[in-house]
């Protein structure tokens, strides 16, 4: 029995279809507002969109007590909200920080898909960049 199979059986099914479809779309958005922080154009509005996506994500999976998740979104979440207040454009690190963030939400998702047991966070992920340039 996997995280899908744990979900369903402690969840309403519709609220789970929908938090899956919800969370397929903010990781599908991710990467390219990760990407567009190092545009100075586009910097303001991906930032303030990727804390909303890890600020969504936390709180949808803290309801649904999908622990890892909710930790490493909040983790994301306090790093975008030092970030907000910072000019534009973030330094390589931090994208490259952002970038394999993405790939652990992605690899939840294939989790998710599969009813595999969650994948362990990679500790490297839990190492703040320098985001001074």
């Not at 958005?29 to 991906?46: A, Q």
């Not at 990727?50 to 909710?70: C, D, Q, W």
Request: aromatic share 10%; no cysteine.
């Amino acid at each position: 029995m996997g995280i899908r199979s744990d979900l369903d059986a402690n969840f309403d099914f519709e609220i789970v279809d929908e938090f899956l479809d919800h969370y397929s779309m903010m990781i599908d958005s991710m990467e390219v507002m990760i990407i567009d922080l190092s545009k100075p154009n586009m910097y303001h509005r991906s930032v303030n969109e990727l804390f909303r996506v890890f600020h969504n994500i936390k709180s949808a999976s803290g309801y649904l007590k999908i622990e890892p998740m909710t930790k490493l979104a909040a983790f994301v979440e306090s790093e975008l909200e030092v970030l907000r207040d910072k000019e534009a454009p973030v330094n390589e690190e931090t994208i490259n920080w952002l970038l394999e963030v993405s790939d652990m939400f992605a690899a939840w998702q294939d989790d998710l898909k599969l009813d595999n047991d969650l994948s362990k966070i990679k500790f490297s992920l839990l190492k703040i960049p320098d985001t001074d340039k």
